[in-house]
């Protein structure tokens, strides 16, 4: 597994550095609570409990360390074969004729064992590796004598919906004759007939196997979970293989869901036996992939290893004009099984036990031409190469070392991201506990000089908080006024312009053109995105337009920075949960549904199925924007009501803390001892900021 623990290691590293200077920053917030404890003083960390209770919970992200790869392709492309290479590992069959008929997860996990979901929802837990291994080829595997038919797709759309419907019933499973017609009608199926039946022959075996296998609908898998002992340098890494993608690029609605989370989205296309072009593959681009997941997406051409390097370099130039869409970078050329072969004499501990491991597959007829030419190149025969030589040698035919890098650099983008996050996070925390230290020496430094100082700016501060309130109360309902106006507010605006762009491209698609309402279905998940991103920067705006309010009215800078509410101070769980009850049955936008109800329509009548599709997905968009605009109007309402509550604590946290430091009765030699530690602590505050502030920008 060299070439997993050099993939990650780059990550690693960084992640390691960051959990220690983490661990720092709670050494450091430990010594002062133990020292403001001692001095029975309040500490200034009360006024940064939402800062330190991010920096925590994205700490916990970052231990979590998940890393999901989605492997998706054209039927018999090879990823049972790809994902045991990549893994190391002998785990999912991989006979000629498989083809994954169930989605499969790959987890991490000290023991090895396997947990199957079934369409009623039990659960079998299967604990020994060979009964794991048989009960893949039983239920993960397509039944031979329908792998010519679509058979997740008949599973997920008629036989599990209909059994479900009727188990909620408590009735018999019915499944009418008009909803299989709409199934084998749709443009779908159709394209899905990848070995060109009949069509007669092709209607017939469908609703051969929707009879066999209806009354036993419940004993349907519908997920696998495999839980193994990876590597630990695979530790977090989950990875999901996926049923082969129908010929016109379409994937389940199940794959869709776990599509739109992945870091890294791989799709496998076999180079032997057919053209380089892939309709599927733009086809899956076009329907499925949204938003950033086409950063993370990767086309990987399979079974190179039988060609000679100038006909691996013209596919290669082929490659780069046919899929345009990506960059050069994110189309790879591998072979499984060269990977797999490496990985496998890599194992072995002398020479000799590559020779009779040659010869032992040699006798058997399992020796590929690739593993014999390496072999004779480096060790075998007259060759006085080494070991190691025969192991690059499969190394190179596999390429798999691109693949590592590669999603190490791309897939891991949004990890290197929450690195950063945090790093920002602490370094604004030592920044504002600086700024608490140094005005607290301040304080106590005017104490021995003049105690009515104290007195002074305890007054100065009272009465600012008194005029702040006044001037918050007129301003912020402006800010308020600026957000929800009926015609101008921003997120009515906002709103609009995310269905106008909606109705704007979809008016650009042709509803007569095969895979119109897949690229529909795709173009409304990308405005549903889009809605939940403005919900996200709102919440942040609002905070950070009551903050410049603040600076505004305030005649007292110096204060401004003790008394501002961080945007982490802000209780948005709880705003939310409120926002939700004013809008009494309205519903999150993450909890809206969109296709549930879709119905499938003859494909003689693609205009109108596009249509009733279209009409059903305008409705839920305008339904969605009505739920946005409302729960926003609320949230930010009360938003800034828990704002001026926060601007209120700490105005008083900070009236308190100084009336604590005015009557404490201690000598002067005793205050000057107070200075001493808080400046230690300020000089601390600084310079770890000034440090991580260097390391913060070698992070990305």
């Keep these: 597994m060299k070439e997993c623990r050099g993939m990650v290691i780059s990550y690693k590293k960084k992640k390691e550095e960051v959990l220690s200077i983490y661990e720092d920053m709670e050494n450091f917030l430990q010594e002062i609570l133990e020292y403001y404890k001692n001095i029975n003083i309040s500490?200034?960390?009360?006024?940064?409990?939402?800062?330190?209770?991010?920096?925590?919970?994205?700490?916990?992200?970052?231990?979590?360390?998940?890393?999901?790869?989605?492997?998706?392709?054209?039927?018999?492309?090879?990823?049972?074969?790809?994902?045991?290479?990549?893994?190391?590992?002998?785990?999912?069959?991989?006979?000629?004729?498989?083809?994954?008929?169930?989605?499969?997860?790959?987890?991490?996990?000290?023991?090895?064992?396997?947990?199957?979901?079934?369409?009623?929802?039990?659960?079998?837990?299967?604990?020994?590796?060979?009964?794991?291994?048989?009960?893949?080829?039983?239920?993960?595997?397509?039944?031979?004598?329908?792998?010519?038919?679509?058979?997740?797709?008949?599973?997920?759309?008629?036989?599990?919906?209909?059994?479900?419907?009727?188990?909620?019933?408590?009735?018999?499973?019915?499944?009418?004759?008009?909803?299989?017609?709409?199934?084998?009608?749709?443009?779908?199926?159709?394209a899905a007939n990848i070995y060109h039946l009949p069509l007669e022959k092709y209607k017939n075996k469908i609703k051969e196997y929707i009879k066999k296998h209806k009354d036993n609908w419940s004993d349907i898998v519908t997920k696998i979970e495999i839980f193994y002992p990876l590597n630990e340098s695979l530790k977090g890494i989950e990875i999901i293989d996926s049923p082969g993608v129908c010929a016109k690029g379409g994937v389940s609605e199940v794959t869709t869901k776990y599509i739109k989370d992945a870091n890294a989205i791989i799709f496998l296309k076999?180079?032997?036996?057919?053209?380089?072009?892939?309709?599927?593959?733009?086809?899956?681009?076009?329907?499925?992939?949204?938003?950033?997941?086409?950063?993370?997406?990767?086309?990987?051409?399979?079974?190179?290893?039988?060609?000679?390097?100038?006909?691996?370099?013209?596919?290669?130039?082929?490659?780069?004009?046919?899929?345009?869409?990506?960059?050069?970078?994110?189309?790879?050329?591998?072979?499984?099984?060269?990977?797999?072969?490496?990985?496998?004499?890599?194992?072995?501990?002398?020479?000799?036990?590559?020779?009779?491991?040659?010869?032992?597959?040699?006798?058997?007829?399992?020796?590929?031409?690739?593993?014999?030419?390496?072999?004779?190149?480096?060790?075998?025969?007259?060759?006085?190469?080494?070991?190691?030589?025969?192991?690059?040698?499969?190394?190179?035919?596999?390429?798999?070392?691109?693949?590592?890098?590669?999603?190490?650099?791309?897939?891991?983008?949004?990890?290197?991201?929450?690195?950063?996050?945090?790093?920002?996070?602490?370094?604004?925390?030592?920044?504002g506990l600086y700024q608490e230290f140094d005005d607290q020496i301040q304080s106590w430094g005017k104490k021995v000089k003049n105690p009515n100082d104290i007195e002074t700016k305890i007054k100065e501060l009272e009465s600012e908080k008194e005029r702040i309130e006044n001037r918050i109360w007129r301003g912020t309902g402006d800010i308020k006024n600026n957000y929800i106006g009926d015609e101008n507010g921003k997120i009515k605006k906002a709103a609009d312009t995310i269905v106008h762009e909606y109705k704007s491209n979809k008016a650009l698609l042709n509803p007569e053109e095969e895979g119109s309402v897949d690229r529909l279905k795709s173009l409304s998940l990308e405005t549903i995105e889009e809605c939940k991103e403005i919900s996200e920067r709102i919440q942040r705006d609002v905070i950070k337009d009551c903050n410049a309010l603040l600076e505004s009215i305030s005649e007292n800078l110096n204060l401004i920075d003790f008394i501002k509410p961080d945007y982490e101070s802000i209780n948005f769980e709880n705003i939310e949960n409120l926002s939700k009850e004013d809008a009494q049955e309205l519903i999150k936008i993450k909890e809206a549904g969109c296709f549930t109800d879709a119905k499938y329509e003859s494909r003689f009548s693609q205009k109108k199925y596009f249509k009733k599709f279209s009409d059903n997905i305008d409705k839920r968009i305008d339904e969605i924007r009505g739920r946005l605009v409302a729960e926003l109007n609320n949230f930010v309402s009360h938003a800034i009501e828990e704002y001026k509550s926060e601007l209120n604590n700490n105005v008083e946290n900070k009236i308190n803390e100084l009336k604590e430091i005015n009557e404490i009765k201690v000598e002067n030699s005793e205050i000057m001892k107070y200075i001493e530690e808080i400046e230690s602590f300020c000089r601390s505050s600084k310079g770890m900021q000034e440090d991580l502030m260097t390391i913060e920008k070698g992070i990305l």
Excluded: W
């Design 43 to 190: 500490n200034p960390l009360n006024r940064k409990e939402g800062l330190i209770k991010k920096i925590r919970a994205d700490i916990e992200k970052i231990k979590e360390d998940k890393f999901k790869i989605i492997v998706a392709g054209e039927a018999k492309s090879g990823k049972s074969t790809f994902i045991n290479a990549y893994l190391g590992i002998d785990l999912l069959p991989v006979d000629v004729k498989q083809c994954t008929s169930v989605l499969l997860e790959i987890k991490y996990a000290n023991k090895f064992k396997l947990v199957a979901t079934y369409a009623d929802d039990r659960e079998e837990v299967v604990n020994e590796p060979k009964a794991v291994k048989s009960f893949l080829r039983k239920h993960a595997a397509l039944d031979d004598n329908y792998r010519d038919i679509p058979v997740p797709t008949i599973n997920e759309e008629i036989l599990v919906k209909a059994g479900r419907k009727a188990n909620n019933k408590k009735k018999k499973i019915n499944i009418l004759e008009n909803d299989i017609d709409s199934l084998i009608a749709s443009e779908s199926v159709q």
């Design 270 to 431: 076999p180079i032997t036996g057919q053209a380089i072009e892939s309709a599927q593959f733009s086809q899956f681009v076009n329907n499925t992939i949204i938003g950033r997941n086409k950063e993370v997406l990767f086309l990987v051409f399979t079974r190179v290893a039988q060609m000679n390097e100038n006909d691996f370099m013209c596919l290669q130039e082929e490659a780069y004009k046919q899929f345009k869409q990506l960059n050069k970078e994110n189309i790879l050329f591998v072979d499984s099984k060269a990977e797999i072969s490496a990985k496998i004499f890599n194992s072995l501990a002398t020479i000799n036990d590559v020779h009779n491991k040659v010869k032992e597959l040699k006798d058997s007829k399992e020796l590929e031409d690739f593993v014999e030419l390496s072999y004779y190149n480096t060790i075998g025969g007259y060759a006085n190469g080494s070991m190691s030589d025969f192991i690059s040698s499969l190394e190179s035919k596999s390429r798999f070392r691109s693949v590592y890098s590669l999603l190490e650099k791309f897939g891991r983008k949004s990890h290197y991201i929450l690195l950063k996050d945090v790093l920002k996070s602490i370094i604004r925390l030592y920044d």
